[in-house]
C-alpha cells in the first residue's frame, strides 16, 4: 500500500482537501458530477474544515457533488446528537452550497424489517450514479472501514452489521454512557468500498499505530477487514508520524 507520511494531520488534510477540490473542479469544467464517499469521526474533520474555508474563500462549489457516507448507527433519528447526519451537516454540509438531494446518509429510522431492501437501494444508488471517485476512510482499533467490523468478507455489500466490543467502548465518549451506543450499523459492505475508483485513508495518533501497521503490512484477511485495501488498485494511506511509527 503506498503509504505517505506528514509531520502533522492539519497539513495531511490540507493535502487529501486539496486534492478532492481539484477533481470537484475538473469534473465541473467537463460538466459532470462526482461522487464522494465521505465518513464521520475525527479523522476527517480537517479536510471538511479545509473544504468548507475554500468555499467560503476561494469559490470551491459543491453543486456537482453527489455524496454517499459510509455508515450511521441503527438504530438512531437524524435529530440525536451522535447522528451521522448531524455530524456532516455540522462539519460539511451546513457550510456549503451541496444540493440536499445529492447528500445520502444510510437512514438510522427504517424499520428492521426494510432494512435489507433499503440497504440494497443505497448499494444501487452509488451505482446507478456510476460508482464512488473519491472515498474517504478512517480505521478503527479493530481494523474496521466504515463498520465492517473483523469477520466482514470481502464481498460484503451495503447492510446491517453489529458493532465490536471495542468500537462501541470507543463511541462511548459520544454517547456518553456505553449502554446508549448503539448494538448496530449500516454500512457499506468491503466490496462497495473496493470498488471506489481511488481512496484515502487516514488515520492520526499513536493509538492507530498498531492497527496500521496490521492493515498495511499484515496478511489479508477478515481479522483485519482494512487489510482488503492492499488489493485496491488506487489507495493511498495518509498518516501522521505518530500513526505510522510502527511500520517497518
Ligand atoms: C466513520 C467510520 C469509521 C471511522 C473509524 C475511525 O464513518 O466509518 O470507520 O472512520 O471508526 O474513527 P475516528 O476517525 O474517530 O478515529
Redesign the pocket.
Known amino acids: 500500500i503506498p503509504v505517505k507520511i506528514w509531520d502533522d494531520s492539519k497539513e495531511a488534510s490540507m493535502h487529501i482537501a486539496q486534492s478532492i477540490a481539484l477533481a470537484i473542479r475538473q469534473k465541473q469544467q467537463d460538466g459532470e458530477h462526482i461522487v464522494l464517499g ?8 480537517k479536510v471538511y474544515q479545509e473544504l468548507v474555508r475554500m468555499h467560503k474563500k476561494e469559490g470551491l462549489s459543491f453543486k456537482n457533488v453527489i455524496t454517499f ?4 448507527y441503527y438504530p438512531i433519528t437524524p435529530e440525536a446528537q451522535q447522528s ?1 447526519v448531524r ?1 456532516m451537516n455540522e462539519h460539511l454540509f451546513d457550510h456549503v452550497d451541496i444540493i440536499k438531494e445529492n447528500v445520502h446518509i444510510p437512514d438510522g429510522t427504517v424499520p428492521i424489517e426494510s432494512v435489507k431492501k433499503y440497504c440494497d437501494q443505497y448499494e444501487k444508488l452509488i451505482d446507478d450514479y456510476g460508482g464512488i471517485d473519491i472515498q474517504l ?6 481494523g ?5 467490523e473483523p469477520g466482514s468478507w470481502e464481498n460484503s455489500q451495503t447492510r446491517l452489521v453489529r458493532l465490536d466490543n471495542m ?1 462501541r467502548t ?2 462511548t465518549k459520544d454517547f456518553g454512557r456505553e449502554e446508549d451506543v448503539p448494538y448496530r450499523a449500516i ?1 457499506m459492505g468491503i466490496a462497495t468500498i473496493m470498488k471506489a475508483r481511488s481512496v484515502y485513508l ?4 499513536h ?2 499505530a498498531p492497527i496500521v501497521q496490521k492493515a498495511v503490512e499484515g496478511d489479508i484477511n477478515s481479522s483485519i477487514p482494512a487489510s482488503y485495501l492492499q488489493q485496491h488498485k488506487n489507495v493511498r494511506f495518509i498518516l501522521d508520524k505518530a500513526a505510522a511509527q510502527e511500520l517497518t
Open positions: 465521505l465518513a464521520t469521526g475525527s479523522s476527517p474533520i457516507n459510509l455508515d450511521e451521522y455530524f476512510l478512517g480505521i478503527g482499533r479493530t474496521h472501514i466504515g463498520f465492517n468500537t470507543d463511541a454500512t487516514m488515520a492520526w495518533g493509538h492507530k
